[in-house]
């Protein structure tokens, strides 16, 4: 079995429920897919992280994501190239660092919204995601991320939920490419 059919076999028992849910963005599904009892799995985690980072552009520094969902994402994705370095199974000159985009600024010391070692200002980041579903809160950290003097271009996500293709007209129109794992209908199809 490969990673990325033991990922999604791991999806499929831990993260997929059918039944009547209400959202984050409001909406009504039938289908609700929560990544965290898979990220926050020692074997989910990993596999996740080695999917994530083939998506991460060549020439990023870091990957990031707002918290609390990109939270386990974005620092897996890091030890898995640190690991990988250290094994030299990518090139020796390549290391993602991670960072984190609060919601809101930190209420003391330096009200920083991001938090990590911060890279040169216009660095390339990539943007970390468990679940698409309009896209905000993806594009509320690409947002933070360039205010800060990065540059985005992509966001890469576990689970693309696919919905009446609104975030792929909001990440178009913020000018970003999408890399998904997976689509909802790949989880929900046996």
Not at 31 to 56: D, E, F, Q
Not at 136 to 154: C, H, K, M, P, W
Request: hydrophobic share 40%; with cysteine; glycine share 8%.
């Amino acid at each position: 079995m490969t990673y990325k059919e033991e990922l999604l076999e791991l999806l499929k028992k831990d993260a997929y429920k059918k039944g009547d849910y209400t959202l984050s963005s409001g909406r009504k599904s039938e289908h609700y897919v929560n990544c965290k009892p898979v990220t926050l799995s020692s074997r989910g985690l990993t596999l996740c992280s080695i999917m994530l980072l083939g998506a991460v552009e060549k020439d990023a520094v870091a990957v990031a994501g707002l918290t609390l969902g990109a939270d386990p994402l974005v620092s897996g994705v890091s030890v898995v190239c640190g690991l990988s370095h250290s094994l030299n199974l990518v090139e020796a000159t390549r290391t993602v660092d991670a960072l984190i985009v609060r919601k809101k600024a930190k209420g003391h010391g330096t009200q920083a919204y991001i938090e990590g070692k911060l890279p040169e200002k216009g660095s390339k980041i990539t943007v970390l995601e468990d679940v698409i579903t309009t896209g905000g809160s993806a594009i509320q950290a690409v947002n933070r991320l360039r205010d800060a003097g990065y540059t985005v271009n992509r966001i890469a996500a576990i689970v693309d939920r696919q919905v009446d293709g609104e975030a792929d007209a909001a990440i178009k129109e913020a000018d970003l490419e999408l890399l998904s794992i997976f689509k909802l209908e790949d989880i929900i199809n046996e």
